[in-house]
């Protein structure tokens, strides 16, 4: 786990940090600036948490303790920030119970229990900046470890002069027909009490975290928020719950002022203006409830990157429902540039072997390539996740460049805008991530050799059986089976590293993917388990993939999204392959539905010549295919299930250095097309 601990630790921008002595900062007092540091109150408030959630045991002490869910997608964090003074010492510390339980400071320093049966102590001691007065503590564990504990967090020293807080936003308690009983989370920092706003108005003022507004009219909607106060002001108001007091005789009416809020990745926030006597509120997509709650504002997750979506509202209460409202549309965060042309050329790279075609320099490498995909890292042995990627030595590939000269081709390269990525697997080399210390060894030597070159990212390349499901393992989207578990945790581990930049692409054969319409290897009495295999490693790491190009050769007859089988070889192979990963499929046997790409996400793949695979499909057969799926014409009998995909990233080849031996047909022909597409 070093490289994970290096990820955490690796901006001390912030914060000045000793490891056991603390230099040249003014001591700190004994005095726990955390609010709810045993998660006594209650709720989770004044934490921020995703994933969290409160238990009564096993506690380290008191009642409650926090539990985090970590997910293959989420570390279940879970954070608070206070007011602190200037180069100051302070000293974190927590009691954590679980597999790999981190304690730190955001920007600064962490440390971590890899596996603590019972409660252990975690402690960090750090000294703020110069000019820093407010600091952000986290916990949190790792993906795909299981859930933790934590209890008893203190962060000790002096708190700096600044308003509490936020508040919790609050929760509905009694309502009658003339009044509402709400209750909240404490704020942290130090607090002389709190104020209940309706708009701008203060409806009460108390020093405890609950009150009762009375005089209200029956029938009568009112939205709350609540602000903390000291000496040195007041905090920012919470978020706003909304109530409908009782004595409704009819249904609301319809809500007004739809609008979306905000957008994340995966989520659409959406808020509206409350309507007069309303219960609680539908959300709507088409005529499909996406949410329901008792305030004027939801968000809507579990979305594609990139997606657009349309909402509407209705409001209800004891006596019906009104009207959907007027909709608004709204698109997922993630639409970023990837530094790719609209539609690249990729191609495979022998930088490790001549394989017949001959070996090619790095900088003889025409500038029509748009993704370079050295190949191949391989590990050490197939259960090792240590991977190695030796070059091509002299004696197989006599005119192999200098390591320093390869290192400065792949620079001008990068100059050129193209990106360089260290493909592993391939034919030959089966990885196998069986085992955490595998899943930790792959994320190192990874690391290593992209650091070693300055890569731009990674290409997953895995064959034969590197991948195969566990009996019985049938959830698409939570899998069981370890290689496939630590495959997804470990590529996100490295994406998280390197940053949004990094460029994660995938070549599965079709085996692997587009079979799992017809048989899934989790669940088939008879099949062969890797059968689909691929489709829950991509589904997890569907918002961090650049681009997937599927092997469109070395296939067997696939059933389509027609109910047909489509051979290799011709325009309509690859236009069904790549229609089910625009449309998305139903995976044999799962009740699971795997959720289209997005079609800047698809390419796919041919061989560059004959002799490069079976399964060579002429320049002109390929292009018909990229004219079927970007425009949508001369399909010949197929009916895209998907549409036409105008933003089709491109074309994936095995290999420059076949297509260099064959004169470079593949790139003269299919570059200036790709070029040419809308």
């Not at 193209?418 to 089966?430: A, D, R, Y």
């Not at 089976?481 to 079709?510: C, D, H, Q, W």
Request: aromatic content about 8%.
């Amino acid at each position: 786990m070093n490289n994970l601990r290096y990820f955490l630790a690796a901006s001390t921008t912030a914060l000045t940090v000793a490891a056991g002595v603390i230099v040249g900062a003014t001591p700190a007092a004994a005095a726990n600036l955390l609010g709810n540091p045993g998660f006594e109150s209650g709720t989770l408030a004044p934490w921020t948490c995703s994933l969290g959630s409160l238990v009564t045991t096993p506690v380290h002490t008191g009642t409650k303790a926090l539990q985090g869910a970590t997910s293959a997608s989420d570390t279940a964090r879970c954070a608070q920030t206070v007011a602190v003074l200037p180069n100051t010492a302070y000293r974190l510390t927590g009691w954590v119970r679980g597999n790999y339980v981190y304690l730190g400071v955001t920007g600064g320093t962490s440390t971590w229990a890899p596996s603590a049966a019972n409660y252990t102590q975690l402690t960090v001691n750090f000294t703020t900046a110069a000019n820093q007065t407010s600091v952000e503590v986290y916990t949190h564990g790792w993906y795909g470890q299981g859930a933790y504990l934590a209890d008893d967090i203190s962060l000790d020293g002096p708190g700096g002069t600044s308003p509490p807080g936020v508040p919790a936003t609050p929760t509905v308690g009694t309502t009658t027909d003339t009044s509402v009983t709400l209750s909240w989370g404490a704020s942290s920092g130090t607090v002389t009490g709190y104020r209940v706003y309706e708009g701008t108005t203060i409806k009460a003022d108390t020093t405890a975290t609950n009150t009762t507004i009375t005089g209200l009219a029956p029938c009568s909607t009112h939205t709350y928020a609540v602000a903390a106060y000291n000496t040195d002001g007041e905090s920012a108001k919470s978020g706003t719950v909304t109530v409908t007091t009782t004595g409704c005789t009819t249904a609301p009416p319809t809500p007004t002022g739809l609008t979306v809020t905000g957008t994340t990745d995966t989520s659409i926030t959406l808020r509206w203006t409350a309507a007069s006597g309303a219960s609680g509120y539908h959300v709507y997509e088409g005529t499909t409830r996406v949410a329901t709650g008792t305030g004027t504002t939801a968000t809507v997750s579990g979305l594609a990157t990139c997606s657009t979506h349309s909402y509407t509202v209705s409001a209800y209460n004891a006596n019906g429902e009104s009207a959907k409202s007027s909709p608004v549309s709204g698109t997922t965060a993630g639409c970023g540039n990837t530094g790719l042309p609209k539609h690249a050329l990729i191609g495979y790279l022998h930088a490790s072997f001549a394989n017949g075609s001959g070996y090619t320099r790095l900088a003889d490498v025409p500038a029509a390539w748009d993704i370079i995909n050295l190949s191949f890292g391989e590990p050490t042995s197939v259960t090792s996740g240590d991977i190695r990627f030796n070059r091509c030595p002299v004696t197989e590939c006599p005119n192999v460049e200098s390591d320093a000269d390869f290192t400065a081709a792949i620079r001008a390269k990068q100059v050129q805008g193209k990106k360089v990525l260290l493909s592993i697997g391939g034919q030959n080399g089966q990885v196998q991530l069986n085992s955490t210390a595998a899943r930790d060894t792959f994320v190192s030597s990874v690391s290593a050799i992209i650091d070693r070159y300055g890569l731009d990212g990674l290409d997953v390349d895995f064959e034969g059986h590197s991948l195969i499901l566990d009996a019985g393992d049938n959830n698409v989207a939570n899998p069981t089976t370890p290689v496939i578990v630590n495959l997804i945790a470990a590529l996100k581990t490295l994406k998280a590293r390197y940053g949004s930049g990094f460029v994660l692409t995938m070549a599965p054969e079709t085996f692997f993917v587009q079979l799992g319409y017809q048989f899934y290897g989790g669940n088939c009495g008879g099949c062969d388990r890797r059968a689909g295999a691929y489709l829950p490693v991509i589904h997890a790491l569907r918002h961090d993939i650049t681009v997937l190009h599927v092997q469109d050769y070395n296939s067997g007859p696939i059933m389509g999204l027609d109910n047909q089988y489509h051979t290799m070889g011709g325009a309509d192979f690859h236009i069904a392959m790549t229609d089910m990963l625009v449309a998305g499929f139903p995976v044999a046997g799962t009740g699971f539905t795997f959720p289209a790409l997005r079609p800047d996400q698809i390419a796919f793949g041919t061989p560059a010549a004959v002799s490069a695979g079976n399964g060579f499909t002429s320049p002109a057969a390929v292009q018909a295919a990229l004219t079927c799926l970007v425009r949508g014409t001369s399909c010949g009998g197929y009916a895209l299930r998907g549409g036409p995909s105008p933003n089709l990233r491109g074309l994936m080849t095995w290999s420059i250095n076949w297509d260099r031996y064959y004169g470079w047909e593949f790139m003269n022909n299919h570059e200036p097309f790709l070029n040419a597409l809308p």
